[in-house]
């Protein structure tokens, strides 16, 4: 049976160039997992037990902790290196009669559904301390003793409510579409009683050079750096028409693997005669990042020859 052409031609651009952000194995983090999953399971079983006895307060709460240690593990693998494993669902091909048919790369979702996984166990506790009964679970009696009683989790409840609410309406969805003529950036800015959309058009031909760079946020010194991409050339503001010198397009905010786009957009720029491939209906499979095995060893060979 003969092989995908798509996938002939993701391994050509994956050999192509080397990875700027390698995807590291961070053993710290897979400890601090192991350790979280099986409290998790822990708090689950007196999740159960609440069931059980017909305490639905108790029965809540402790699914509320094992939600919050759930989404901590989850958080703790990804930062480990166990991400991006496949190409998200809903990455799309764009077939809209405004552009060419090509690659739709949608705003990632993280770090809003951490916000609310995290905040409803903090919220419950307002709901769930005064039902507590003495000598029934003293682990969840020793918790509300330790955040202060009623008013420490009546303040841990506003927190967390004001939190997810923040989450909700201040937002900066970015999308980017990958086209055979060019690419378009999409960040739409959402602030309560004030909405902007900017997007940007590059086309192709009008590239100088596309790079890799980092972005520490307004702290320059943040020991945290968000992977981005730089693209020089002559760019188009769609709304007013203005043209500027070059775009960052923030693949931290972007679903998928960020070497792989960034190998996908240097491998178009530098081969014109292969931009149609985009349109093609199994174009989104140019996106299917390396095995996490491959990354890994990549980094070493990176690190070693650092």
Request: aromatic share 6%; charged share 20%; proline share 7%.
């Amino acid at each position: 049976m003969p092989r995908n052409p798509s996938h002939a031609l993701n391994d050509r651009i994956r050999s192509s160039y080397e990875a700027p952000w390698p995807q590291r194995l961070e053993r710290g983090k897979l400890i601090a997992a192991a350790v979280a999953l099986p409290l998790a399971a822990v708090l689950s079983a007196f999740a159960l037990e609440g069931v059980r006895r017909n305490e639905p307060d108790t029965a809540v709460g402790f699914a509320g902790f094992t939600l919050l240690m759930s989404t901590a593990a989850g958080i703790v693998l990804s930062g480990g290196g166990f991400r991006h494993l496949t190409v998200s669902r809903r990455v799309t091909r764009d077939q809209t009669s405004e552009h060419e048919n090509g690659i739709h790369i949608p705003h990632k979702r993280d770090l809003l559904l951490i916000l609310v996984l995290c905040s409803l166990p903090i919220a419950t506790l307002p709901v769930l301390l005064p039902h507590q009964r003495q000598g029934d679970f003293s682990l969840l009696d020793e918790v509300f003793q330790r955040i202060g009683g009623t008013v420490g989790a009546a303040v841990l409840g506003i927190f967390s409510l004001a939190l997810f609410v923040l989450s909700l309406i201040i937002r900066a969805p970015t999308s980017l579409g990958i086209y055979p003529n060019g690419l378009h950036l999409t960040v739409r800015r959402l602030i309560p009683f004030f909405t902007s959309t900017a997007k940007h058009v590059i086309e192709w031909d009008h590239i100088e050079s596309i790079t890799p760079a980092f972005y520490s946020g307004p702290n320059s010194k943040s020991p945290t750096h968000h992977p981005v991409i730089r693209i020089d050339g002559v760019v188009i503001d769609v709304h007013t028409g203005e043209e500027s010198g070059g775009l960052e397009v923030p693949v931290y905010r972007l679903i998928g693997e960020p070497n792989t786009l960034y190998r996908l957009l240097r491998f178009f720029h530098e081969n014109p005669d292969q931009r149609g491939t985009l349109s093609d209906a199994d174009s989104l499979e140019l996106l299917q990042p390396p095995s996490l095995l491959e990354r890994f060893r990549a980094a070493r060979t990176q690190k070693a020859k650092a």
